[in-house]
């Protein structure tokens, strides 16, 4: 028999706890692990806590917040293996199931507490004093569930009258966790893929995408798997709401907006936010507790108002300890910090018990709780370039527009098309790209200076007008740009107040008397551009200095010098891009400038780099073979069917010998080959047969190319003037025929009309005198009859 000591021992090990929560790799995710894990080890929550971190290889590169929190790694399923959906949600259930299967601490646990991120641990969580048995866990009650209980639930699961609403907070066996976990990952994709029943009345996502898709997959994979929960709606409180008489939350889950008098606190405000990297810096502070007490009397809602306070607090308190672990020097004094370290704030934060009324069930059914749908994991996007109506401009939009569907890039695409209104009459280029047309300003309106690249300011500044822009962040690109991959707020750390943009370090105007002369702050000048990543709100304050500030520079020709402004043409080209850093210096909108985001083909890439745009601005070569874009800019490769350029080397050619080359040498072939692609895609829409282009059609295209490659440094004037001499001569070719014919049937007009007139006279003599006309005979002005033949031929030729 065994001892006491041993019955003990076997007991402590079938309660074993172990906390786990799912995070990616972002740095919206990891103030919430700081905010979480402080509230764990403030809480004495028992067991160890686990972090499932949700991370791409290429995002682990990146990524800087590995030791917040004891972690596991799981593979990102974001973007869906199989159907390519982007769905971040479904990562919780998929990283549970890999924990389950590969992590060694998941063969010595008993129970598991399920939490999200985004909640602050009030008091230890323990499964069985909730009233947890193995097949029953626990759960807080999600009353917006509402598929539970219509058709949703009969298409989903065998059991729709098993269907819970619940989520949030989940505490259940390890042995109910194994049977659910595979369920649970397969019912979230195959609601997730059941877009027909997305709809707000179904689901009661009010945005109706499917979003809620993974909650769903959990209760209906609980339902085929038979289990039944024990809903507590006292457990768990989202901060603005107020408590029940007598109830203690011992979670605060702060996913909706919440606010104490003129304060306020909303996550989705710090999407982007890098605060736990960014030394001294906190959320800000919420009114001190006899601010509270003085605003309110009713009891229970102050102490709605205290749970609130209590919320931030931790949580900057957790930065507070993250900033010191960091390395980070020691914040000065403050009456905020002094609070924060007060034995009133450790009161008010120690561990909270359960309650009788706490321990509550919703045994029966009650009103449902109403909540506000769960945000969007990530801010939207939408990507924007600005072109001309030319063709020049038409290839690289094919391009680009082909590119950007291939790179999985959230959001849309719209094309800026600035045009005269005469040339917008003869454009055959509309159906390119999603477009918005803007009024060309490349001839500007008051000063006459001819100057293309104002237009894309211009352009940006009438679309933020005119243009309704369901967005947060803009991507800003240019046409002749190929996209390899996404370009993301979220990737690249953009934040409202800090956009991401790639370095231009030829902008030397920056750090001399250019900014001194164009910007009240030229030590915030940036020497950046090509991509930008801007949150909407900065972008509407900055757009219209940007447009004056390139307006400025451009005007300034006495400082166009190449060593003040590095154009080594000294022909105020680059205004526009000294426009956009002077610009941004004027609101101090300090970028991250990040050189891992574009590469011009044609260098050599760093290695491991996962590079997301071609910049093709320059020549580049592979061997003897070159792509110049300035050699194309007369050449209508878009509207002539089947038009292409000329193929670069296959890889397989390539010297596999040099590392370097090798690499370079593959990039350029890709840049090239995408163009090609976008252009064949393209005509198999507009074109009948590839053979339907005419030879005639080829070998204009051909000698126009030829002709552009042998005059490559002549201005584009030139070719112009050239091109009106030609017409010129046409028009006076034709016009020197028309004189000489009109000419010649006068002669003849007239000669008829004297032979008449003498043969009129004649007949009155008689008709026996010799017949002889006394004029002169037509023929004689030209020696003889064969004289007047050779002039008539003459004519006809000319």
Same mark, same amino acid.
């Given at each position: 028999?065994?001892?006491?000591?041993?019955?003990?021992?076997?007991?402590?090990?079938?309660?074993?706890?172990?906390?786990?929560?799912?995070?990616?790799?972002?740095?919206?995710?990891?103030?919430?692990?700081?905010?979480?894990?402080?509230?764990?080890?403030?809480?004495?929550?028992?067991?160890?806590?686990?972090? %499932? @971190?949700?991370?791409?290889?290429?995002?682990?590169?990146?990524?800087?917040? $590995?030791? /917040?929190?004891? *972690?596991? =790694? !799981?593979?990102?399923?974001?973007?869906?293996?199989?159907?390519?959906?982007?769905?971040?949600?479904?990562?919780?259930?998929?990283?549970?199931?890999?924990?389950?299967?590969?992590?060694?601490?998941?063969?010595?646990?008993?129970?598991?507490?399920?939490?999200?991120?985004?909640?602050?641990?009030?008091?230890?969580?323990?499964?069985?004093?909730?009233?947890?048995?193995?097949?029953?866990?626990?759960?807080?009650?999600?009353?917006?569930?509402?598929?539970?209980?219509?058709?949703?639930?009969?298409?989903?699961?065998?059991?729709?009258?098993?269907?819970?609403?619940?989520?949030? %907070? @989940?505490?259940?066996?390890?042995?109910?966790?194994?049977?659910?976990?595979? $369920?649970? /990952?397969?019912? *979230?994709? =195959? !609601?997730?893929?059941?877009?027909?029943?997305?709809?707000?009345?179904?689901?009661?996502?009010?945005?109706?995408?499917?979003?809620?898709?993974?909650?769903?997959?959990?209760?209906?994979?609980?339902?085929?798997?038979?289990?039944?929960?024990?809903?507590?709606?006292?457990?768990?409180?989202?901060?603005?709401?107020?408590?029940?008489?007598?109830?203690?939350?011992?979670?605060?889950?702060?996913?909706?907006?919440?606010?104490?008098?003129?304060?306020?606190?909303?996550?989705?405000?710090?999407?982007?936010?890098?605060?736990?990297?960014?030394?001294?810096?906190?959320?800000?502070?919420?009114?001190?507790?006899?601010?509270?007490?003085?605003?309110?009397?009713?009891?229970?809602?102050?102490?709605?108002?205290?749970?609130?306070?209590?919320?931030?607090?931790?949580?900057?308190?957790?930065?507070?300890?993250?900033?010191?672990?960091?390395?980070?020097?020691?914040?000065?004094?403050?009456?905020?910090?002094?609070?924060?370290?007060?034995?009133?704030?450790?009161?008010?934060?120690?561990?909270?018990?359960?309650?009788?009324?706490?321990?509550?069930?919703?045994?029966?059914?009650?009103?449902?709780?109403?909540?506000?749908?769960?945000?969007?994991?990530?801010?939207?996007?939408?990507?924007?370039?600005?072109?001309?109506?030319?063709?020049?401009?038409?290839?690289?939009?094919?391009?680009?527009?082909?590119?950007?569907?291939?790179?999985?890039?959230?959001?849309?695409?719209?094309?800026?098309?600035?045009?005269?209104?005469?040339?917008?009459?003869?454009?055959?280029?509309?159906?390119?790209?999603?477009?918005?047309?803007?009024?060309?300003?490349?001839?500007?309106?008051?000063?006459?200076?001819?100057?293309?690249?104002?237009?894309?300011?211009?352009?940006?500044?009438?679309?933020?007008?005119?243009?309704?822009?369901?967005?947060?962040?803009?991507?800003?690109?240019?046409?002749?740009?190929?996209?390899?991959?996404?370009?993301?707020?979220?990737?690249?750390?953009?934040?409202?107040?800090?956009?991401?943009?790639?370095?231009?370090?030829?902008?030397?105007?920056?750090?001399?008397?250019?900014?001194?002369?164009?910007?009240?702050?030229?030590?915030?000048?940036?020497?950046?551009?090509?991509?930008?990543?801007?949150?909407?709100?900065?972008?509407?304050?900055?757009?219209?200095?940007?447009?004056?500030?390139?307006?400025?520079?451009?005007?300034?020709?006495?400082?166009?010098?190449?060593?003040?402004?590095?154009?080594?043409?000294?022909?105020?080209?680059?205004?526009?891009?000294?426009?956009?850093?002077?610009?941004?210096?004027?609101?101090?909108?300090?970028?991250?400038?990040?050189?891992?985001?574009?590469?011009?083909?044609?260098?050599?890439?760093?290695?491991?780099?996962?590079?997301?745009?071609?910049?093709?601005?320059?020549?580049?070569?592979?061997?003897?073979?070159?792509?110049?874009?300035?050699?194309?800019?007369?050449?209508?490769?878009?509207?002539?069917?089947?038009?292409?350029?000329?193929?670069?080397?296959?890889?397989?050619?390539?010297?596999?010998?040099?590392?370097?080359?090798?690499?370079?040498?593959?990039?350029?072939?890709?840049?090239?080959?995408?163009?090609?692609?976008?252009?064949?895609?393209?005509?198999?829409?507009?074109?009948?047969?590839?053979?339907?282009?005419?030879?005639?059609?080829?070998?204009?295209?051909?000698?126009?190319?030829?002709?552009?490659?042998?005059?490559?440094?002549?201005?584009?004037?030139?070719?112009?003037?050239?091109?009106?001499?030609?017409?010129?001569?046409?028009?006076?070719?034709?016009?020197?025929?028309?004189?000489?014919?009109?000419?010649?049937?006068?002669?003849?007009?007239?000669?008829?009309?004297?032979?008449?007139?003498?043969?009129?006279?004649?007949?009155?003599?008689?008709?026996?005198?010799?017949?002889?006309?006394?004029?002169?005979?037509?023929?004689?002005?030209?020696?003889?009859?064969?004289?007047?033949?050779?002039?008539?031929?003459?004519?006809?030729?000319?």
């Amino acid at each position: 028999m065994k001892s006491e000591g041993e019955y003990e021992e076997d007991e402590g090990r079938r309660r074993r706890i172990h906390t786990l929560f799912s995070v990616e790799c972002q740095d919206y995710f990891d103030w919430q692990t700081v905010g979480l894990m402080h509230s764990y080890k403030k809480a004495q929550q028992p067991g160890p806590i686990t972090r %499932l @971190l949700s991370c791409t290889e290429e995002e682990k590169k990146r990524y800087k917040g $590995m030791g /917040l929190a004891p *972690t596991f =790694e !799981v593979p990102s399923m974001s973007r869906h293996p199989r159907t390519g959906d982007w769905y971040p949600a479904i990562n919780k259930p998929a990283g549970i199931v890999h924990w389950l299967k590969h992590s060694e601490e998941a063969q010595s646990v008993d129970w598991v507490v399920i939490l999200d991120a985004d909640q602050i641990i009030r008091g230890p969580i323990i499964p069985w004093e909730l009233g947890a048995h193995k097949g029953t866990p626990v759960a807080a009650y999600y009353g917006y569930l509402v598929g539970c209980n219509n058709l949703l639930a009969e298409l989903h699961t065998k059991h729709p009258e098993r269907c819970d609403k619940v989520g949030g %907070l @989940l505490a259940m066996h390890i042995d109910d966790l194994r049977a659910l976990a595979p $369920m649970w /990952l397969s019912k *979230t994709e =195959e !609601v997730r893929e059941d877009r027909a029943h997305w709809t707000t009345n179904l689901t009661g996502d009010i945005y109706g995408q499917g979003w809620i898709s993974e909650m769903y997959g959990y209760s209906f994979g609980a339902a085929e798997v038979g289990l039944r929960h024990k809903i507590n709606d006292n457990l768990m409180i989202y901060p603005g709401y107020i408590p029940r008489t007598g109830v203690e939350p011992i979670l605060l889950h702060y996913g909706l907006p919440f606010s104490v008098g003129n304060w306020s606190f909303s996550k989705l405000n710090h999407h982007e936010d890098n605060i736990v990297y960014d030394c001294g810096r906190l959320f800000p502070e919420p009114p001190y507790p006899r601010e509270v007490r003085a605003m309110e009397t009713d009891p229970n809602k102050r102490r709605g108002l205290f749970l609130n306070i209590e919320c931030i607090d931790t949580l900057n308190e957790g930065l507070l300890l993250q900033h010191a672990a960091n390395g980070c020097p020691k914040p000065k004094w403050s009456k905020y910090l002094s609070f924060l370290k007060s034995n009133t704030f450790s009161q008010l934060t120690s561990p909270k018990y359960l309650t009788p009324e706490t321990l509550r069930m919703k045994e029966t059914k009650v009103q449902d709780q109403v909540f506000d749908e769960p945000e969007r994991p990530h801010p939207k996007i939408h990507t924007i370039f600005s072109t001309e109506c030319i063709p020049y401009f038409d290839w690289q939009t094919v391009g680009l527009v082909h590119s950007f569907h291939l790179s999985g890039q959230p959001g849309n695409i719209t094309r800026l098309l600035s045009c005269t209104d005469e040339d917008l009459k003869e454009y055959k280029g509309q159906d390119l790209a999603p477009t918005h047309f803007v009024p060309s300003m490349s001839r500007h309106p008051l000063t006459g200076d001819w100057y293309p690249a104002i237009n894309k300011p211009a352009a940006v500044l009438h679309w933020l007008n005119h243009a309704k822009i369901d967005a947060d962040f803009i991507v800003i690109l240019d046409a002749d740009m190929i996209m390899r991959g996404t370009i993301t707020p979220w990737e690249f750390n953009a934040a409202r107040g800090r956009p991401v943009s790639t370095p231009y370090d030829y902008l030397i105007g920056c750090h001399n008397e250019l900014a001194e002369l164009h910007t009240r702050h030229p030590e915030a000048c940036d020497k950046v551009g090509g991509v930008i990543i801007m949150h909407i709100d900065d972008l509407r304050k900055f757009a219209l200095l940007w447009l004056h500030k390139t307006e400025e520079v451009r005007a300034d020709t006495a400082h166009y010098a190449k060593n003040i402004t590095g154009d080594i043409y000294e022909t105020g080209w680059i205004s526009e891009m000294y426009g956009y850093s002077f610009g941004a210096a004027e609101l101090n909108l300090r970028h991250n400038i990040n050189n891992e985001i574009l590469i011009y083909p044609g260098y050599v890439p760093q290695p491991g780099v996962k590079y997301r745009v071609f910049h093709y601005g320059l020549e580049f070569k592979v061997g003897n073979w070159s792509f110049d874009k300035a050699n194309w800019r007369d050449v209508d490769v878009v509207h002539k069917c089947w038009s292409k350029f000329p193929d670069p080397p296959d890889p397989s050619s390539l010297d596999q010998t040099d590392e370097e080359s090798l690499q370079r040498d593959l990039l350029s072939i890709e840049c090239a080959k995408t163009l090609n692609e976008a252009l064949r895609l393209h005509h198999e829409r507009m074109c009948s047969e590839p053979d339907s282009l005419s030879t005639s059609n080829s070998k204009s295209n051909n000698e126009v190319i030829m002709s552009r490659i042998i005059s490559k440094n002549v201005p584009m004037n030139d070719s112009r003037e050239s091109l009106h001499a030609v017409e010129d001569n046409q028009m006076h070719g034709s016009f020197k025929i028309w004189i000489i014919s009109l000419w010649v049937f006068s002669v003849f007009g007239f000669a008829s009309i004297m032979w008449i007139l003498m043969a009129s006279r004649k007949g009155q003599r008689k008709r026996g005198k010799s017949y002889k006309s006394k004029r002169r005979p037509l023929y004689t002005e030209f020696g003889d009859m064969k004289g007047l033949d050779k002039h008539i031929r003459d004519v006809d030729i000319v």
